[in-house]
């Protein structure tokens, strides 16, 4: 996700505050109920935060490494490979919903029986797009919410654009708490090339409302590369997980611009011990299917490793794994 999805929507933030002093005195409280909480669509890996840094590297390095390393910094290569991809959902996730809520935290500009307007308006003289955010009442108790942009200069309403697309309930649906929302990227670029840099499309789908918690992501380029990357969580209610990722992507160490299919399946225990197996195929490895797999301890390094080309000799003690027996999902 893009982290420049912050500045649209704390120029919102700006709008809504704005737009205070002429606030209707109808109740809106319904319109905020759909918008999820933070935690209830973070993907959080064990070790991380659901702010943390975005835009990491998200190749799979086979390098050199003993029982206490794997990863460049130190850490377990598929935990870190895995975390890093997890963490830039994150971020975006954070700054979207936040945002969302802190703006519909204020008065709506309007409301009636069925939407919320916050806006439009723009945060400043030299934002080049005018923005709004509408919740919309589509049934009992479910709702459907949008950020849209158009440019500054345009007054029509056939220019909006939906940049941030969701479906929400409210709190007394037994959906509460589930739902999806998605953000298009190449919008945000159309309107804005100079804060829009990545391409394509992220839907977060969830399900928060018992354990197991369940989050999807998937994420879809458009920069010509054709790489897409689909994660599943699962969160039980101890802090054990399952990640689920498949992926076409250039897992090279030096990019080459050929696309390997990775599938992986990532475990951990309540500490945040845990095992990833993973099979990749396909791109440079040609007829090859590599299989690896890697455990860690409860400080994320290396316990153990094997795979069955030789990428790396067989390392450290397999009886340290949290999980003894491997995994490898089909793809």
């Known amino acids: 996700m893009d982290k420049t999805i912050a500045a649209v929507l704390v120029g919102a933030t700006t709008l809504a505050g704005l737009a205070q002093g002429c606030a209707l005195p109808q109740d809106a409280s319904k319109f905020r109920e759909p918008i999820p909480q933070k935690g209830d669509v973070s993907l959080a ?112 309403d056939a220019d909006w654009k939906a940049i941030v697309t969701g479906h929400g309930y409210g709190k007394s649906h037994p959906s509460h708490r589930s739902g999806w929302f998605q953000l298009d990227n190449d919008v945000f670029r159309s309107l804005d090339p100079m804060r829009g840099t990545s391409t394509g499309k992220v839907k977060v789908t969830f399900d928060a409302r018992a354990y197991p918690l369940t989050i999807v992501a998937d994420l879809t380029t458009n920069d010509g590369t054709g790489a897409y990357y689909d994660v599943a969580v699962t969160h039980e209610q101890d802090g054990s997980g399952v990640v689920a990722l498949t992926a076409l992507a250039d897992i090279s160490s030096t990019k080459d611009g050929v696309n390997e299919n990775v599938v992986e399946n990532s475990r951990w225990n309540a500490t945040g011990a845990g095992r990833a197996d993973v099979k990749m195929s396909g791109g440079d490895l040609g007829a090859t299917t590599a299989l690896a797999s890697e455990c860690w301890s409860s400080a994320y390094t290396r316990t153990y490793y094997t795979d069955n080309v030789n990428y790396q000799p067989t390392v450290g003690d397999a009886s340290t794994c949290a999980f003894a027996q491997a995994q490898f999902a089909s793809q």
Not at 48 to 72: C, E, K, L, M, V
């Open 45 to 156: 890996m064990p070790g991380s935060q659901a702010s943390g840094a975005a835009g990491q590297s998200a190749s799979i390095r086979i390098q050199g490494g003993g029982t206490g390393g794997g990863g460049s910094t130190g850490f377990s290569t598929f935990y870190e490979f895995t975390r890093n991809i997890s963490d830039g959902v994150d971020y975006g996730t954070a700054v979207i919903i936040g945002e969302i809520v802190a703006i519909t935290s204020l008065p709506p500009t309007t409301v009636d029986d069925n939407h919320a307007v916050w806006g439009p308006g723009s945060g400043d003289a030299l934002d080049p797009v005018t923005w709004k955010l509408v919740v919309t009442q589509v049934g009992d108790r479910e709702f459907d919410y949008e950020v849209d942009g158009r440019s500054h200069l345009s007054t029509s």
